[in-house]
């Protein structure tokens, strides 16, 4: 068997702190990619749990703390595939990447590599490439017992990083944060250099999974990466680099749960932990907490000597509600926490974040917010545009939001990864609601090492997101190959260690095998979900097979589980500007007919009042590598790659406001419907 505590050690621990020199052969275990022989089931209980994720606020500037970005213009060299831990052999960490007489390439970051050159080698490359800048730090960072840290919101998948040539910290999963407290690398008062090596290599253990595969070419030999899932394998530093202050004693890390009670109060239950474990034994230390409005005037508050947790209690509260739903939505206070000292007039650490109040409960037949019963309707997205890829572009991030509210939406599944930590902001601000998924995609051959990083994968991203209000239910796979029987004790012991951790949300996945009893993952989940796609992958162009196909399959979900049942995809691949009439597969009046007739199934399993949501396949089209069954990319969009309505997104928005309408008595917008002729 696996030594399971080494490769938990190697692979999932994130920001640890590692010897000057890396373990090639270490490093290169964790990268091998072998099918796994068959074997007895495996024994789940004995799989090393996650160590819990401490820390990683997102980095706020207040009155004792400062925030620089590292964001601009990097330098990057390509290893050669062959040879992927040549840099690691030769310490390129510990000179500069020009030395090493590699070209170099201007790269911006955030961004995915992959298609801001003009490089085919450099889209489709298969293992490292090597990150470089240079900055500096202010000399003052090292007086006044500062601490100094480094964060990176996402690397994919894999990264090692230097600062001026000394092991800094590592980290394994794509899409979420990672940290490290970095003074003692720094020179203070000088130029600095930060070296990142980012390794894009997925194997049967890594979450998503892949495979990469040695083949011939016309030049000796090629190395390939392949997938199984739907979405292009970009890589790089997607997220934003942030280098900041904290005190020496600082708070460190913040845990809220809310409820809204009878007669308007609202409840916040907050946990702490502070940085510098002997301030908790200082009983001069307090904790002044303050909640304060919109127009930031305070409207709670207390003086907490505990330090560890506490309870704040809010008269008259405003909740947080989804777009739509109400007219005051995404309503989010800010919580400020002081860290004080009876003797000293400034505090030793301040830090504030936005919180929504909300209620969230669940049963057999239904999802409720603030006692209300949702009625879910939205899309599965990606975080994919043109030259950029997967990398943050606020102004992307924006006009997405501003679509969601003008097509009607108020909910949508992070497909099929954690979106960046500003989108989940957005979403609070804006009412929307996540499904918030985690990067298992088509997970396969299922094995303990692998379910250990699954495991880590959802725990870290739990500990990122569950502050959140908009986030109301976690997503724990996507189509999976639930129809083996190894999947039921795999998905039994995940399921039951992410409901340890949920933090008061229900656990969903999207599954696409028949319908039940072959699932083997369903019966574990709190909400139901399921992709299917009726009149494109099943029956193509009949749309005459939708209404009953769908109506009786969510009904059979349903039956089997007694459970909500949400239908997380269904759609048709479009070609923007393609008419044919009659409709033709592929063109826009197709995908607008077979959207349509979702809608009549959709309307008449509301009526069973356990089918909670709808969700079309695909916001936005998005790039997926090369194959012959996609021009140029997936098309499922509503909205075409440069956010520009296809005529389904006309359609669906006049049903989404429709359905805001009915439900909670919403005002139409003016536009929503041509004017044609008076009747009268």
């Not at 062959?82 to 030769?90: F, K, M, N, T």
């Not at 470089?132 to 840290?149: A, H, I, L, M, Q």
Request: hydrophobic content about 35%; some cysteine.
């Amino acid at each position: 068997m696996w030594n399971l505590k080494r490769v938990w050690i190697v692979l999932v621990s994130a920001t640890l702190l590692y010897a000057n020199a890396i373990d090639i052969e270490e490093y290169e275990e964790v990268q091998q990619d072998k099918q796994m022989p068959a074997r007895k089931p495996f024994n789940y209980s004995n799989v090393v749990l996650p160590r819990p994720t401490v820390g990683l606020l997102y980095p706020r500037e207040s009155e004792m703390r400062e925030v620089r970005s590292l964001d601009g213009v990097w330098q990057l060299i390509k290893s050669n595939a062959s040879d992927p831990l040549q840099g690691i052999r030769e310490e390129w960490y510990k000179q500069t990447l020009r030395s090493t007489e590699h070209e170099i390439i201007l790269m911006p970051v955030p961004a995915s590599y992959n298609d801001v050159t003009v490089d085919q080698q450099l889209r489709d490359h298969v293992g490292t490439v090597w990150y470089e800048r240079n900055f500096f730090v202010p000399s003052y960072w090292s007086k006044d017992r500062v601490r100094t840290w480094l964060r990176f919101g996402s690397v994919h998948y894999q990264a090692v990083v230097w600062i001026n040539g000394q092991l800094a910290m590592r980290h394994t999963i794509g899409h979420l944060p990672f940290e490290e407290e970095v003074g003692r690398f720094i020179n203070y008062g000088n130029e600095n250099r930060i070296t990142v090596m980012v390794d894009n290599r997925l194997g049967n253990r890594t979450i998503p999974q892949g495979q990469v595969t040695k083949q011939p070419a016309d030049n000796g030999v090629a190395y390939v990466q392949s997938y199984t899932f739907d979405f292009f394998n970009y890589a790089g530093i997607h997220r934003s680099v942030h280098l900041y202050t904290t005190p020496e004693t600082y708070i460190k890390d913040v845990e809220l749960k809310t409820q809204i009670g009878n007669q308007e109060l609202g409840r916040i239950d907050y946990r702490l932990i502070i940085g510098n474990g002997s301030v908790s034994t200082i009983k001069t230390n307090y904790m002044l907490v303050q909640l304060r409005d919109r127009n930031n005037v305070v409207v709670a508050h207390q003086i907490n000597h505990n330090l560890q947790n506490g309870t704040l209690l809010v008269p008259n509260v405003k909740p947080w509600w989804p777009y739509l739903m109400h007219p005051l939505p995404g309503y989010m206070y800010t919580l400020e926490f002081q860290l004080k000292v009876d003797s000293e007039v400034a505090p030793l650490d301040v830090y504030r974040l936005p919180v929504g109040i909300r209620s969230l409960s669940w049963s057999n037949d239904s999802l409720t917010l603030n006692g209300k019963p949702l009625y879910l309707r939205g899309f599965g997205k990606h975080e994919d545009s043109d030259i950029r890829g997967k990398g943050l572009d606020n102004a992307v991030l924006m006009r997405d939001f501003n679509l969601l509210k003008w097509v009607g939406a108020n909910a949508y599944r992070t497909s099929h990864y954690p979106y960046s930590e500003e989108s989940m902001q957005f979403a609070d601000e804006h009412g929307i609601m996540i499904i918030d998924e985690c990067p298992s995609v088509n997970t396969d051959l299922f094995e303990p090492q692998l379910l250990e990083n699954h495991m880590s994968a959802l725990e870290q991203l739990i500990h990122r997101d569950r502050n959140h209000a908009s986030v109301i239910a976690w997503s724990i796979a996507n189509e999976p190959r639930t129809k083996k029987k190894s999947a039921e004790a795999y998905f039994g012991a995940l399921a039951n260690y992410t409901r340890s951790i949920a933090q008061g949300r229900p656990l969903t996945a999207a599954s696409n095998v028949d319908p039940p009893p072959a699932c083997m993952m369903s019966q574990f989940l709190d909400i139901t979900g399921f992709n299917r796609y009726n009149a494109w992958y099943h029956n193509p162009g009949r749309t005459d097979m939708i209404v009953q196909s769908m109506y009786d399959e969510a009904r059979k979900w349903h039956e089997h589980y007694k459970k909500p049942v949400i239908v997380f995809e269904y759609g048709a691949d479009t070609m923007e500007g393609y008419h044919s009439l009659p409709a033709y597969i592929w063109s826009e009046d197709y995908q607008t007919e077979l959207f349509s007739k979702h809608f009549q199934a959709f309307d008449k399993l509301r009526q069973l009042k356990w089918f909670i949501g709808e969700f079309v396949w695909n916001f936005a089209d998005f790039k997926t590598e090369q194959t012959y069954t996609r021009v140029g990319g997936n098309k499922k969009g509503v909205f075409t790659r440069n956010r520009q309505p296809k005529d389904a997104a006309h359609l669906l928005r006049q049903r989404y406001h429709a359905i805001a309408f009915k439900l909670d008595n919403a005002s139409l917008p003016a536009d929503l419907f041509n004017y044609i002729i008076d009747w009268n």
